[in-house]
């Protein structure tokens, strides 16, 4: 169930964050920003540990974080690229 919570929070994230930043669902590179929300939600839930919400033992809230952190942090490097 962990890796459920996990996957569902980084593709949610990962579509909020570039529906903010591009104004679209998914750019031409949707598919390396998809792979970094989900590396930072399972960063995000690592590394800030176990606290507030919890869910089938996945932090939310640090996974949220993690992964629009990560998912910015994408975007803008992308951007510089082109």
Known sequence: MFWF????????????MN???TGKAAGTNWWASLIAALLGSWLGDLVLGD?????AGFNVIAG????????WLW????RQSK
């Open 64 to 71: 949220v974080i993690g992964a629009a952190m990560l998912t």
């Open 5 to 16: 919570v996990w996957a569902v929070v980084g593709v949610v994230v990962w579509w909020a």
């Open 51 to 55: 606290w507030l919400w919890m869910w």
């Open 75 to 78: 975007t803008l490097l992308s």
């Open 19 to 21: 529906m903010i930043l």
